[in-house]
């Protein structure tokens, strides 16, 4: 088993040791939420100190924020969001002139029929496309795609906004800064929360100048200690100092994180003619498989985010997102609207889609966990920016409260606190709606949607079950999954092809399987290594080991599906010598599929998998995701 640096190694060196009130984990949504609300009420109008630092007397609180990406802003996602919370933090929001903003003018859901006949569709989902095809005619059907009469009310983001997440990172990142009560380090990735018993005492942040395997190489420095009192913990669904909490406090009886998905997207500009105006919100499924669900969001000056998500639920064992999203673009539907376009930028991420049920403890002594990792995201309404961007403000108001009071950051003050506002919220409330509604894509795509429109017209009452497993206990042998499509002759044969030439097995097996090739253009339909390359998007610095670990190789040698090649996003994990992956820093976008998509579970725990997803530099530099 693979492991970074024994501190034995470095005990010659020393580590450095700061002191703050406050450190942060993470600049997204749910860290800038709780770092806008926090950093207007520091300091009084007088500029005096509304509250006094415990390590800094006579100042206010020492307020650090560690961000992992090279810049602020360098997250992926859609964004349409109903910005219900954003607007209580900023009420000018709209008229705040965020570039890539626009408010929300049309939403439409559509079910995309396959024009090819190569997705793998049930035999309930074929009649049902024979029967829409049938009596098109007195239908909304245009371009092989059915037009819902209407947006379900949980999915409408009625007066919402659309954002690109980048970009308004950015500006809310510059909002935080001008109040000069908090900083936040870009760059700067956290290896650990510090944890003393059960108190967590602050965060060490990762060690430079190590090699690949974590080992001190030339100008080794080991990561700085910040102790504090309050360390919060807003790093996402797959954040390495959220995964570490889980594994030493556990999670409440009942929850699990089982439920992903990756959300893959591209940021286009539209021909100069387009016909698609600003605000515009598209919903799609059916297509390109019926398990992968789609959107396209208009903002201003012809620029569109559009993307798809593909889940863990879709038992395939070479779920690719990059192809498949090519084949989305190009279904007539959208093409008619995306041709003649340009790529300006594209990124993937993991979602965490358990929601409520994959609620970790959200307190203990000295910690808070806000935002994603703590299950705020809601797959029925589709939204997760405004719920973690809540969670983050009302953690904020909470720890006013109590350095008010002088109260110590005690688990059981920030359940008085933190956790009662977020129970009495909007967010906890719709959480609860949401929990079991998409539980019948378990048992099947159609289940799902029935499941869904029953969560829907009840108010979540009644749904479909369906238990959901670990990924990698749905995850079936590729020979099963093609059964009667490709043979187990072919397919080892096609594996023997793309072992020799170090490649994944997903793009032939899908052409065998049917799918046209896609007609590369060089400006929207670009090969995967050309979006890698595009503008160097995606950065490695050097002197940091590797974050993707396969811990152990032996699991990796018997390994059939190796869906962990199949899946990654930017084509840094390839097939390596004996069965065991290679890892390549350098093509890594940091989306963390991988720490979900592997075939095997951990020996000595069924609910973690083979690969270790850990803190690291780098990955996607764009903010215009
Ligand atoms: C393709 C896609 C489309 C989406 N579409 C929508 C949509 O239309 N509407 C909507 O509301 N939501 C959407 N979402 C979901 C939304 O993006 C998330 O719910 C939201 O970003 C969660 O915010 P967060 O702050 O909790 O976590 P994140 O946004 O994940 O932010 C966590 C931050 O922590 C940083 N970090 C992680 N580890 C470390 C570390 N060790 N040290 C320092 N920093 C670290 C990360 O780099 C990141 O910046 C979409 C997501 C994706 C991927
Ligand atoms: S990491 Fe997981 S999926 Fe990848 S080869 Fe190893 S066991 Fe298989
Ligand atoms: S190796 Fe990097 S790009 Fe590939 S799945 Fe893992 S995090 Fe994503």
Redesign the pocket.
Known sequence: MNSAAPESLIAAIERQRMDADIVCVGFGPATAGFLATLSKQLVNADGLPAVESAVMPGMPPQVLCYERADDLGFGVSGVVTRARALRASFPEIEKAGIPMAATVSEERVLYLLDPHGASRRSPILHLADKFIRAFKFALPFEHDALKLPWTPSFLHKRDGMVLSIGQFMQWAGAQVQSTGTVQIWPGTPVAQALIEGDKVVGVRLLDQGEDRKGQPADGFTPGMDIHAALTVIGDGPIGPVGQQLDAHFGIPEGHHKRDWAVGMKFVVDLRENTSLKPGTVLHTFGYPEPEIFGFLYVHPDRVASLGIFVPSWFDSPARTAYRYLQHWMLHPYLWCHLEGGKLRSWGAKTLGESGRRGEPHLVGDGYARIGEGSGTTNVFTGSGVDEAWATGAQLAEAVLELLKAKKPFTKENLEATYVQRRRASWVDQESIVAEKSRDGFQKGVVRGMVGLALAGLTGGRFTLNGDPAPPWKRIPRLEEYYRGRISPKEIAKLRHECTAKSVSLHGALMDKAGWPAIPFDGRLLVSHQDALLMGGKVQAPAGYADHVV?LYPE??EK?G?????EMCSGQAITPGEG???TFDREKCVHCGACLW????SLPYDPER???AFRAGTGGLHSAEN
């Open positions: 396969f699991l990796c390994c599906t190796k869906i962990c090649i069965g065991v992956p998509n592997c075939a095997h998998a083979n690969i």
